[in-house]
């Protein structure tokens, strides 16, 4: 992984603007030099301005970038690993193309000019990569299917600007950063902003699995989707059921993904384990296939409601790891806030991406540049209660009757449900589609945190912006529910809301890149992805089982306990960091105060009043689940505005 930054002007440069728009490249790459300080270089000409800060893995330093084809007319910047390159690299080379650096990223050069466009989709790997084609006066740029790096974009005037992280952009003096409404709305309501969409304005993301082109004659931005989820369509076949097939397919994918992975480049991977199946199966598979993974990294919570540690060293002594244990407690939480806002530079409903800056701090000063992680099993294994949640509303969407109802539940559930029990669940599920149309899955995550949006000042947003963002989404994902499987459309629903705009970015490139360190995820490989959903819905989701074909495939291989231990979701305390003995005089008594409330303007001060008194207080779980989100959500969202609009880095030296 590294920093990508860089500009297109429509108007060719002379002399004094040459030395304007160097210099804008040189702070945008100094305000990312933390996602790459091993080296820095540039391309510029009369049009186009490269910058690019390395992280070193492959190829040594004849691989610095920005790189170039033969003849010297496409320029390539690429954060990323591409992970089939040797593969790629043998065709082209058959094919007359000759290398001149040993890095990954320069087979993109060369599909391009074999196959334009169409590149993108014979790519393996995480990558955000933006090529300049000077015969064309044209930008390419992308971001792999799933969204794992990130690429924003801004069109100013006669400036196309773009990078890694917006903070570079907000470099350029013609862009301000503005908090955008319905982006904040978004990010309270459905966990992260619609993609193109940011919670600034008129600053943008290219989606997952999307290309955008930009040209100096049309200098028209066109996005261009070249990969879609393969969900199971209702009128299609059911997904392959074979269960002991599907095992072994399973496997046999797993042990080649994570070998990739773990051999790719020139610098030692360790692995990061939760306690939880998923991380646990990378770490059987990491230990007992050809690597050279022999290390491991947990956290350990003051907080015991919190902690896995105990599940993380007994997986780590069985697999004969070498486990390095970081501890985080409330103060750490309070002391570290503000930094990790800078880095995600978006608001948190939890802060639970708060410990995670200080863990790639530790892996980074264990000597590890590379982590293996478990993320993308949740969303593709259904480790979440939301998709039994979504299978049981939408039984009782689908019947009128009772009668049929009941059936089909015990169906789904594989057993017998008496009347009782059926007319609880009935009371429980059966949901109102007029609160969250369309969504039964994330109805009731949903319809708790729409509470959210009433701390907002009146008139701060616009009328009916939970609305506004659900029918962002549906049209986002494509329109065609009546296609796609409930839990298909739940999946979908979840990986473009709080897997890409949350989990990949906050707890994901963000936080783990502000201390140089890579964060490989071998669930969310094309491979193993689209094998994944094609999988028999019944096997991810075996009634209340979830994630049953990974748990049974790990059978026998890691110890009953860790194999079918209850999911615990990875969470950091909300509440205890922030108790008024621990914040007194401190930055957030001060940023929550009514005075700096009313400056910064989002939200209504009595109501900020009332969650901060309730914070420490005793009171209902349902009611200390909102209270909690709530105050999250309002510190970082002034600690945001006061980074980011009011320009106080002191925040910073908390």
């Known amino acids: 992984m590294c920093g990508i930054i860089g500009s297109l002007y429509r108007k060719s440069s002379n002399f004094e603007t040459h030395s304007v ?17 091993d080296a820095q270089a540039y391309y510029t000409d009369n049009h186009c301005y490269l910058g690019f800060t390395r992280l070193a893995f492959v190829g040594g330093p004849t691989s610095m970038q920005p790189l170039s084809n033969e003849n010297k007319s496409l320029y390539l910047i690429c954060n990323g690993e591409i992970y089939n390159y ?6 082209l080379e058959r094919k007359g193309h000759r290398f001149s650096t040993f890095s990954d990223c320069e087979v993109i050069l060369h599909l391009y000019e074999e ?5 993108v989709g014979k790519l393996q790997g995480q990558f955000a990569f933006v090529l300049w084609d000077k015969n064309r006066k044209q930008i390419f740029a992308t971001r792999d299917r799933f969204g794992i790096c990130p690429l924003f974009y801004c069109k100013a005037y ?12 907000f470099e350029d003096s013609m862009i301000s950063p503005i908090l955008d409404p319905q982006g904040l709305a978004e990010t309270a309501f459905i966990y992260s902003p619609t993609p193109p969409n940011t919670c600034f304005e008129n600053i943008k993301r290219i989606p997952p699995a999307y290309s955008l082109s930009i040209d100096l004659k049309s200098w028209r931005i066109d996005l261009e989707q070249y990969w879609h989820l393969p969900l199971i369509h209702k009128k299609s076949i059911k997904g392959s059921d074979d269960i002991n097939k599907l095992k072994k397919g399973l496997k046999e994918k797993l042990e080649k993904v994570v070998t990739t992975y773990t051999n790719h480049g020139d610098e030692p991977v360790a692995v ?7 991380s646990s199966a990378l770490g059987y598979f990491s230990k007992n296939t050809p690597g050279r993974i022999n290390t491991s990294f947990g956290i350990k919570f003051s907080d015991q409601q919190f902690d896995e540690s105990y599940f993380q060293r ?3 002594k069985f697999l004969g790891f070498k486990h390095h244990e970081m501890y985080c407690d409330d103060r750490l939480i309070l002391k570290t806030l503000p930094q990790v806002i800078w880095h995600t530079e978006s608001p948190l409903f939890r802060t639970a991406a708060i410990p995670l800056f200080t863990f790639s701090k530790f892996i980074s000063e264990a000597g590890f540049k590379t982590i293996l992680s478990g993320e993308g099993a949740d969303e593709l294994f259904c480790g979440y209660p939301i998709f039994l949640e979504g299978e049981i509303r939408a039984i009782f969407l689908n019947n009128k009757s009772e009668k049929r109802a009941k059936k089909d539940l015990e169906g789904f559930l594989q057993q017998e449900v008496s009347l009782n029990e059926f007319q609880k669940m009935k009371r429980e599920y059966q949901t109102n589609p007029k609160i969250i149309p369309g969504f039964p899955s994330h109805y009731s995550r949903w319809k708790a945190t729409k509470k959210l949006l009433s701390l907002f000042k009146k008139n701060y947003l616009r009328e009916g912006a939970d609305r506004i963002a659900l029918r962002s989404l549906r049209t986002f994902m494509g329109n065609n529910q009546e296609e796609i499987t409930n839990l298909g459309w739940a999946q979908h629903a979840e990986i473009i809301t709080k897997q890409e705009g949350y989990i990949l970015s906050s707890q994901g490139d963000r936080v783990f890149m502000a201390h140089a360190v890579e964060k490989r995820l071998p669930y969310l490989g094309e491979e193993i992805a689209s094998f994944a959903l094609q999988i028999n819905e019944d096997l991810r989701q075996h009634g209340v089982n979830d ?5 049974k495939m790990m059978e026998g291989l890691l110890p009953k306990k860790i194999v079918h231990r209850p999911k615990q979701g990875y969470l950091a305390p909300n509440d205890t960091p922030f108790s008024q003995n621990k914040t007194k005089g401190s930055y957030v008594e001060e940023l929550l105060s009514d005075r700096m409330i009313k400056k910064s303007g989002y939200f209504k001060p009595e109501m900020v009043r009332d969650i901060s008194s309730r914070l420490n207080t005793l009171c209902k779980e349902k009611d200390r689940k909102f209270i909690e989100s709530a105050f999250v959500f309002i510190l970082t969202t002034q600690v945001l505005h006061h980074l980011f609009i009011e320009k106080n880095k002191g925040l910073l030296s908390n």
Not at 27 to 37: A, D, L, N, Y
């Open 21 to 37: 728009r160097m210099n804008l490249l040189k702070r945008m790459i100094k305000s990312v030099i933390h996602r790459g300080p």
């Open 86 to 91: 040797k593969e790629l690299k043998r065709g």
């Open 115 to 119: 196959f334009g466009k169409k590149t």
């Open 158 to 169: 006669n400036n196309f600007i773009f990078a890694s992280e917006m903070k570079a952009i």
């Open 272 to 278: 990061s384990i939760s306690g939880g199946i998923d």
């Open 314 to 316: 007994k997986l780590a």
């Open 547 to 551: 994630k049953y074909i990974l748990r």
